[in-house]
């Protein structure tokens, strides 16, 4: 019998599964990531999603050996499970934001699957994202490596003498959250001037107003719109600024960036980054290579992936690269 690793990647915006063996990624279904019902909801669509990979691709779940999820974090633990208090998810957080369809104040992700499956590992998208590019992307064979994301929220993770820093509930480092403006916007989480209520792909659409999506934003940039290269701007400083603040506490080599926000943009956003982050403290920035992830869409697989790969898998994959010979995605109403 195969052996077949199920991996899951959770966004804000959609959830990916898919199902792996050790010759490569057999099928991948994408969903809208749900966000209206009862606080289980998202647990329910992602055994919905296995369950939909397993059918549609023919697969007994007998071969079924671990789940990885990679999830916007961060959690919480309560009675020995992990639990989703994701501000990108929970609108029960900061309700007066009025972003989110659900009151939820967490959501039960370990607890539910846990009573389908035997084997989950459970993290944060960020901290699985700097272990699949340790593996397989550009930071392979470095010690000291950090991955960003810049998306609907903002993420890190990171390496550090060759260890994956998780801290108690797998939340370090939440790079998202630091503070760096006194009374600024008001952050998913409840708290005023986070990173990721500066630079967010959702507080750049916010700061531009009028109904305008983070993807306008951006077709408005190129236009030469003064208020949206104004607001780009700033939230590429913030932006820049966060990641060198967490430098100068980790004292990185490599700076990998992702997410679709920057991936959609880079050729605006890698410049604007790099200039702001080199003019903090040299002695501290100037060795720090910084380069957008090479992995594409396939990195929240990876990340997920690579939080259970067996060891016999690993080299196969390294040397193959199925994801890049993925099946095409089936997308799910
Ligand atoms: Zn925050």
Redesign the pocket.
């Known amino acids: 019998m195969m052996d077949i690793i199920a991996t899951v990647d959770i966004g804000a915006t959609k959830t990916t599964a898919s199902l792996c063996t050790r010759e490569g990624i057999i099928i991948r279904v994408y969903q809208k990531t749900k966000l209206e019902g009862p606080e289980d909801t998202i647990p329910r669509q992602v055994k919905e999603l296995i369950d939909a990979c397993f059918i549609r691709s023919g697969l007994g779940t007998e071969g079924l050996k671990a789940v990885g999820i990679s999830t916007a974090g961060p959690f919480q633990k309560l009675d020995g499970y992990l639990h989703l208090v994701s501000?990108n998810i929970c609108g029960g957080m900061a309700p007066e934001r009025g972003i989110l369809p659900n009151e939820w104040k967490l959501v039960p992700l370990e607890r539910v699957l846990s009573d389908h499956y035997d084997n989950i590992v459970i993290q944060n998208d960020a901290v699985s994202g700097v272990v699949a590019e340790s593996i397989f992307g550009s930071g392979k064979g470095l010690d000291n490596l950090l991955y960003a994301t810049w998306s609907t929220g903002i993420g890190t993770g990171a390496l550090v003498d060759g260890r994956l820093i998780k801290g108690k509930n797998g939340n370090a480092p939440h790079g998202?959250?630091v503070f760096l403006v006194d009374g600024g916007p008001r952050?998913?989480?409840?708290?005023d001037g986070?990173l990721?209520?500066l630079s967010s792909g959702t507080a750049i659409a916010r700061d531009y107003g009028g109904g305008a999506s983070t993807a306008e934003v951006f077709g408005s940039y190129h236009k030469g719109d003064e208020k949206a290269i104004r607001i780009i701007n700033e939230a590429s400083r913030h932006f820049a600024r966060g990641l060198a603040s967490i430098n100068n506490i980790l004292d990185t080599e490599m700076i990998i960036i992702g997410g679709s926000v920057f991936l959609n943009n880079v050729d605006v956003l890698l410049p604007l980054v790099k200039e702001e982050f080199y003019r903090s403290f040299p002695t501290l920035s100037r060795e720090v290579q910084i380069v957008p992830t090479t992995l594409g869409e396939h990195l929240g697989d990876l990340a997920a992936l690579s939080l259970v790969i067996q060891n016999d898998w690993i080299d196969p994959w390294k040397i193959k690269r199925p994801w890049e010979r993925a099946p095409e995605t089936i997308v799910l109403d």
């Open positions: 501000p998202g959250h952050c998913g989480c409840g708290d986070h990721e209520a």
